[in-house]
């Protein structure tokens, strides 16, 4: 009898050892939500199978059962202050492999908490960082840690060596000490303080301030300056454009009229001669004296006839001169 019980004792071992444990179990926990995780050899039979369970100090539960996934999900089914003990074994035609366990887990304690959101908003020269909790699995973050705290490191862009930081438990808070028109990086953590915990770092954000309203004496006076020698060049160029367009204009276009006259004599067709309008002159009266010798008295009547004949040609020039004159003044003006 001792050698059948000896002998079955053999067998079962042997079929114990023929399906190998699950290997690397380990509980992954992040935001809250808990998962069961591990590995098995590949080159281990195709049809092989896992059941997972978790034991706390009320019950155990089997969560997963023959199934070939090699991880487990007990987010729905673990409280956040409860304490679990998982584990997992594999099965293979009716027959299964040892438990293998985990060390005792709680996801309050044990979870690991993401990085927190940040949104910057810059005006007149202040810089307002909001911060966004993290997002939970399971409840939130303010209901599971009453004390939260969010470390914040911010530092001028480029000058990663010189951070400043601060710790705030408020969700928005301005940055302090600030220069306007400058790029500013931000970077926070979630810190809990029950369990001296930091969470993980979020990505960086960066942001440029803008103007604070305080404008330098200097600056003023450059931009005066600028500004009336600009003023100035603009209400010259104006004038001196202005001047230049009226005289073009008024090359084109002149306002000066010719007289009626003028037009008149331009659209009729020219006489056959020009005459010259002159200022009538005052005729003279005189007497003519002529002085004369006895001896000459001979050669004047003999020349008294042509004498005569000279002065009637003087007076009929004179009279035609003054019929000119007469007809010019008779002209239309």
Not at 1 to 16: E, H, I, N, R, T
Not at 31 to 36: D, E, H, I, K, R
Not at 209 to 227: D, I, M, R, Y
Not at 274 to 303: C, G, L, N, Y
């Given at each position: 009898?001792?050698?059948?019980?000896?002998?079955?004792?053999?067998?079962?071992?042997?079929?114990?050892?023929?399906?190998?444990?699950?290997?690397?179990?380990?509980?992954?926990?992040?935001n809250l939500g808990?998962?069961?995780?591990?590995?098995?050899?590949?080159?281990?039979?195709?049809?092989?199978?896992?059941?997972?369970?978790?034991?706390?100090?009320?019950?155990?539960?089997?969560?997963?059962?023959?199934?070939?996934?090699?991880?487990?999900?007990?987010?729905?089914?673990?409280?956040?202050?409860?304490?679990?003990?998982?584990?997992?074994?594999?099965?293979?035609?009716?027959?299964?492999?040892?438990?293998?366990?985990?060390?005792?887990?709680?996801?309050?304690?044990?979870?690991?908490?993401?990085?927190?959101?940040?949104?910057?908003?810059?005006?007149?020269?202040?810089?307002?960082?909001?911060?966004?909790?993290?997002?939970?699995?399971?409840?939130?973050?303010?209901?599971?840690?009453?004390?939260?705290?969010?470390?914040?490191?911010?530092?001028?862009?480029?000058?990663?060596?010189?951070?400043?930081?601060?710790?705030?438990?408020?969700?928005?808070?301005?940055?302090?000490?600030?220069?306007?028109?400058?790029?500013?990086?931000?970077?926070?953590?979630?810190?809990?303080?029950?369990?001296?915990?930091?969470?993980?770092?979020?990505?960086?954000?960066?942001?440029?301030?803008?103007?604070?309203?305080?404008?330098?004496?200097?600056?003023?006076?450059?931009?005066?300056?600028?500004?009336?020698?600009?003023?100035?060049?603009?209400?010259?160029?104006?004038?001196?454009?202005?001047?230049?367009?009226?005289?073009?204009?008024?090359?084109?276009?002149?306002?000066?009229?010719?007289?009626?006259?003028?037009?008149?004599?331009?659209?009729?067709?020219?006489?056959?001669s020009f005459f010259?309008?002159?200022?009538?002159?005052?005729?003279?009266?005189?007497?003519?004296?002529?002085?004369?010798?006895?001896?000459?008295?001979?050669?004047?009547?003999?020349?008294?006839?042509?004498?005569?004949?000279?002065?009637?040609?003087?007076?009929?020039?004179?009279?035609?001169?003054?019929?000119?004159?007469?007809?010019?003044?008779?002209?239309?003006?």
């Amino acid at each position: 009898m001792a050698f059948a019980l000896l002998s079955g004792l053999c067998a079962l071992s042997v079929v114990l050892a023929v399906i190998p444990d699950p290997a690397n179990v380990t509980v992954v926990s992040y935001n809250l939500g808990v998962v069961l995780e591990w590995d098995y050899p590949h080159e281990w039979h195709e049809n092989v199978t896992f059941t997972a369970s978790s034991s706390s100090y009320k019950a155990n539960k089997i969560v997963c059962a023959n199934q070939t996934e090699r991880r487990c999900d007990f987010t729905k089914d673990v409280h956040h202050f409860g304490t679990y003990v998982f584990k997992v074994r594999a099965e293979l035609q009716g027959e299964a492999s040892r438990w293998v366990n985990t060390s005792d887990f709680s996801a309050d304690k044990h979870t690991i908490i993401g990085p927190p959101g940040i949104t910057l908003y810059s005006k007149d020269g202040d810089m307002e960082v909001e911060l966004q909790d993290p997002v939970m699995r399971a409840s939130t973050l303010r209901e599971v840690y009453s004390m939260v705290t969010y470390n914040i490191t911010f530092w001028k862009e480029g000058q990663e060596e010189e951070k400043i930081k601060k710790n705030t438990e408020q969700t928005r808070l301005m940055l302090p000490n600030l220069q306007p028109w400058t790029n500013y990086c931000v970077q926070a953590q979630v810190y809990i303080n029950a369990y001296t915990r930091n969470g993980e770092l979020s990505k960086v954000v960066c942001k440029a301030t803008t103007s604070n309203g305080n404008v330098e004496p200097g600056v003023v006076a450059v931009v005066l300056v600028v500004s009336f020698l600009v003023t100035s060049t603009c209400i010259l160029l104006t004038f001196f454009t202005g001047r230049v367009v009226y005289r073009g204009l008024r090359f084109f276009y002149p306002n000066a009229k010719l007289p009626e006259h003028f037009k008149q004599y331009l659209i009729e067709p020219p006489p056959s001669s020009f005459f010259v309008k002159s200022i009538p002159q005052v005729k003279e009266q005189f007497d003519p004296i002529v002085i004369v010798s006895e001896d000459a008295v001979e050669r004047t009547d003999a020349t008294e006839e042509p004498r005569e004949t000279e002065e009637q040609n003087v007076e009929e020039s004179a009279k035609d001169k003054i019929e000119m004159e007469k007809d010019l003044l008779l002209l239309p003006a």
